[in-house]
Nanobody, 119 residues
């Protein structure tokens, strides 16, 4: 099992920045893919950014020029740097991880951290 712990959310004014972190403490398995998703009120959960073990990144169009996802494999941690935040970025940000355990890939979700951008 992999437990994911997110931090770094909060209230910020439009144009501001936040850095989200997600760690997998006590995990002895390497994370193959990390991702961040956003759940906005009344909307479907959408992908924000992902990063593979090779460092390949993928971003939703809305954050492509403003967000940066990175990972620290030694710490089993992923980060999401968000700049120039907009009101539409408001939502619960959930960490997502895929780990190869017992000859199979397994996906895990964190509890989420709230990001609120005031206009």
């Amino acid at each position: 099992q992999v437990q994911l712990v997110e931090s770094g959310g909060g209230l910020v004014q439009a144009g501001g920045s936040l850095r989200l972190s997600c760690a997998a403490p006590g995990t002895f398995f390497s994370i193959d893919v990390w991702g961040w998703y956003r759940q906005a009120p009344g909307k479907q959960r959408t992908m924000v950014a992902t990063i593979t073990s090779a460092g390949t990144t993928n971003y939703a169009d809305s954050g492509k020029d403003r967000f940066t996802i990175s990972r620290d494999n030694a710490k089993n941690t992923v980060y999401l740097h968000m700049n120039s935040l907009e009101f539409e970025d408001t939502g619960v940000y959930l960490c997502y991880a895929v780990a190869y355990i017992n000859s199979g890939y397994h996906a895990y979700w964190g509890q989420g951290t709230q990001v609120t951008v005031s206009s």
